[in-house]
């Protein structure tokens, strides 16, 4: 196993446009015939989430990596790594914990800085609504706090997903995210709001292929009347399942946001992003 995935982490950033969308494809009907293939809950995108939830009593194992670079005046990038553990506490219900880690880099006019810090640890509740496989549309609700000592978030999510036949599934998110971050005595306060959406297209029992956008907007309090960022992403993903273990990664660059350096907000947002998540499940 160990000898397949480092095979997995060379050839991913060599084609990330040929296999980036296959988790979506793990969610069409039970009737077809790729699903004896694939594992327990697959994710066919890494910035979106799909309806469905881990079987009751299962488990898995995820690993994320996301990857971030390009900030205005200066050479930055940051590895963000997050250790999840899920498990399915009932049929349309699954709970999951995190361990966060950043590690940055930045090199500007001022000094080169390089820190590695534990983001703290986070928890997650998903209930599943309505199935997509048995009802025209897929609807869950996602709660997720997170706690880093000094600073505390708090992220809701309603998840819309559909399927279109047995090769096509679209996936529609609403995140609303708040942070409080103490400061000398004062509590600093963030809200950003984000739209995701992705489409998969299944190649066969194992490969998927799809497109991935995101926009994000952050603002200053807990409001919205003082914007101080906004960003538009748009790329490609690809996916491998099988029955134990699968892998998604997506490469997602910035296209447009406000306010602006030659057309794109590197203030608030990188450049570009790439994510790559793996599960297993046992």
């Given at each position: 196993?160990?000898?397949?995935?480092?095979?997995?982490?060379?050839?991913?950033?060599?084609?990330?446009?040929?296999?980036?969308?296959?988790?979506?494809?793990?969610?069409?009907?039970?009737?077809?015939?790729?699903?004896?293939?694939?594992?327990?809950?697959?994710?066919?995108?890494?910035?979106?989430?799909?309806?469905?939830?881990?079987?009751?009593?299962?488990w898995e194992f995820e690993q994320w990596i996301t990857?971030?670079?390009?900030?205005?005046?200066?050479?930055?990038?940051?590895?963000?790594?997050?250790?999840?553990?899920?498990?399915?506490?009932?049929?349309?219900?699954?709970?999951?914990?995190?361990?966060?880690?950043?590690?940055?880099?930045?090199?500007?006019?001022?000094?080169?800085?390089?820190?590695?810090?534990?983001?703290?640890?986070?928890?997650?509740?998903?209930?599943?609504?309505?199935?997509?496989?048995?009802?025209?549309?897929?609807?869950?609700?996602?709660?997720?706090?997170?706690?880093?000592?000094?600073?505390?978030?708090?992220?809701?999510?309603?998840?819309?997903?559909?399927?279109?036949?047995?090769?096509?599934?679209?996936?529609?998110?609403?995140?609303?995210?708040?942070?409080?971050?103490?400061?000398?005595?004062?509590?600093?306060?963030?809200?950003?709001?984000?739209?995701?959406?992705?489409?998969?297209?299944?190649?066969?029992?194992?490969?998927?292929?799809?497109?991935?956008?995101?926009?994000?907007?952050?603002?200053?309090?807990?409001?919205?009347?003082?914007?101080?960022?906004?960003?538009?992403?748009?790329?490609?993903?690809?996916?491998?399942?099988?029955?134990?273990?699968?892998?998604?990664?997506?490469?997602?660059?910035?296209?447009?946001?406000?306010?602006?350096?030659?057309?794109?907000?590197?203030?608030?947002?990188?450049?570009?992003?790439?994510?790559?998540?793996?599960?297993?499940?046992?």
């Open positions: 196993m160990k000898c397949r995935f480092s095979r997995l982490f060379r050839c991913l950033p060599l084609a990330p446009t040929v296999r980036a969308c296959a988790l979506l494809a793990a969610l069409l009907a039970p009737t077809s015939p790729w699903l004896s293939s694939a594992a327990a809950d697959e994710r066919l995108f890494t910035y979106s989430q799909d309806a469905d939830v881990l079987p009751k009593g299962k990857h971030r670079r390009g900030k205005a005046g200066e050479s930055f990038s940051a590895w963000d790594l997050r250790e999840e553990i899920e498990y399915g506490l009932l049929d349309n219900l699954k709970a999951a914990g995190y361990l966060n880690f950043r590690q940055t880099d930045s090199s500007s006019s001022s000094g080169d800085s390089s820190q590695f810090k534990f983001r703290g640890i986070s928890g997650e509740l998903k209930y599943r609504l309505l199935n997509p496989e048995t009802q025209p549309i897929g609807v869950a609700l996602y709660l997720e706090p997170t706690y880093m000592g000094n600073q505390v978030e708090l992220e809701e999510k309603l998840i819309l997903q559909k399927n279109f036949g047995d090769k096509w599934v679209g996936v529609f998110n609403t995140t609303l995210e708040q942070e409080w971050k103490k400061k000398s005595g004062a509590t600093a306060k963030e809200m950003s709001l984000e739209f995701t959406t992705g489409l998969a297209y299944r190649l066969n029992s194992h490969w998927s292929v799809g497109l991935e956008g995101r926009h994000r907007k952050i603002f200053d309090e807990l409001g919205f009347n003082h914007q101080v960022g906004s960003a538009w992403f748009v790329g490609p993903n690809v996916h491998y399942g099988s029955s134990k273990w699968w892998a998604t990664f997506t490469v997602l660059p910035q296209v447009s946001g406000t306010p602006a350096t030659n057309g794109l907000d590197l203030g608030e947002h990188e450049k570009i992003e790439f994510r790559l998540l793996i599960g297993w499940n046992f």
